[in-house]
Nanobody, 114 residues
Framework: QVQLVESGGGLVQPGGSLRLSCTVS????????MRWYRQAPGKQRDFVAR???????NYADSLKGRFTISRDNAKNTVYLQMNSLKPEDTAVYFC????????WGQGTQVTVSS
């Protein structure tokens, strides 16, 4: 089945940056739009960003200007560059295809704290 492997999370101070990666296998990656989501403790999983096969991007309104989604079709990888991080960005970050698969990867933990 399709595999989603997220990486790049960690502990960062407020104002810092991180770049997340999601590598997808067993699909023709270039044919799929991709999305990032995040889930904070005790909360639902929320949409973060989307990138189409042609590179058009969309973001959750609250994240515009701080987060940037990109993709490298040669590497079957979608990225999420996160700048000016805030404590409220603390969450587990997941990627998925569009439409979404019926399952999720393990996600990558992002903790923003001083």
């Amino acid at each position: 089945q399709v595999q989603l492997v997220e990486s790049g999370g960690g502990l960062v101070q407020p104002g810092g940056s991180l770049r997340l990666s999601c590598t997808v296998s067993r699909i023709i990656f270039r044919n799929y739009a991709m999305r990032w989501y995040r889930q904070a403790p005790g909360k639902q999983r929320d949409f973060v960003a989307r990138i189409t096969t042609g590179g058009t991007t969309n973001y959750a309104d609250s994240l515009k200007g701080r987060f940037t989604i990109s993709r490298d079709n040669a590497k079957n990888t979608v990225y999420l560059q996160m700048n000016s991080l805030k404590p409220e960005d603390t969450a587990v970050y997941f990627c998925n295809t569009e439409p979404a698969l019926g399952y999720w990867g393990q996600g990558t933990q992002v903790t923003v704290s001083s």
